[in-house]
């Protein structure tokens, strides 16, 4: 099983629908990101969390909010989807600072 | 907050040629350096890291990297590419904020090899 797991792994929506994607590990990490990818920018900081008590907005947090239901699970929700969010997004977890971070395999979101 | 630039989004290379992918960073105060490998429909996977020590450092599948702290430099380098080295390529600086780790990638570099 993989340690990061990110649900759903494709999802196709409509303009105004709420959408969740769902992030779990089993790293026992506590900190934990979510990110999008657009060709040619790499990836961008959307929030990020130490813990369950502790929720940090990135570069581009408009638009998207995050629950961290639990050391384990971090979710992310797009209130009001918008063509401009579709886009591959992940999920990644670090330990202590200075050491890397563990993906997920992603969630590729399109809206219509 | 750190910058990553990789200069060069697409590397087109043939089999068994070296290949080096450069990365430069803004700044050289208390980081630590990454290189990623993405495969199509994959996630990101760790290819190297720099935390401290010697400034040559060595990762999976034959790629190596080296840090130099006054070019503000972590370029990737492989001295024979094989065509199962066809990905994307990121770099990453993590900086010391408080207790938190925060990344910053470069925008990619897609290396292309042909046969």
């Known amino acids: 099983d993989a340690d990061v797991t990110q649900t759903p792994r494709n999802r196709i929506t409509k303009t105004g629908k709420r959408i969740m994607l769902e992030c779990s590990q089993t790293?026992?990490?506590?900190?934990m990101y979510w990110y999008r990818q657009d060709p040619g920018l790499g990836l961008r900081l959307i929030y990020y969390?130490?813990?369950?008590?502790?929720?940090n907005k990135g570069e581009i947090s408009d638009g998207y909010s995050v629950s961290r239901q639990a050391q384990a699970k971090f979710s992310l929700s797009l209130e009001s989807a918008i063509p401009n969010q579709t886009a591959l997004y992940f999920c990644a977890t670090s330990d202590f600072v200075g050491q890397p971070q563990h993906f997920g395999d992603g969630t590729r979101l399109s809206i219509l | 907050a750190q910058s990553v630039t990789q200069l060069d989004s697409q590397v087109p290379v043939f089999e068994e040629a070296p290949v080096e992918l450069r990365c430069n960073y803004s700044?050289?105060?208390?980081?630590?350096l990454f290189w990623y490998v993405q495969y199509p429909n994959q996630g990101l996977q760790l290819l190297l890291k720099?935390?401290?020590?010697?400034?040559l450092v060595k990762g999976i599948n034959g790629f190596e990297a080296e840090f130099n702290k006054s070019q503000t430099s972590f370029h990737l380098r492989k001295p024979s590419v094989h065509i199962s080295d066809t990905a994307e390529y990121f770099c990453a600086v993590s900086d010391l904020k408080g207790n938190f780790n925060k990344f910053y990638f470069g925008s990619g570099t897609k290396l292309n090899v042909k046969p």
């Open positions: 790293k026992g990490h506590d900190r």
């Open positions: 700044s050289s105060v208390s980081v630590y």
């Open positions: 720099y935390l401290s020590g010697s400034t």
């Open positions: 969390s130490f813990d369950v008590k502790d929720i």
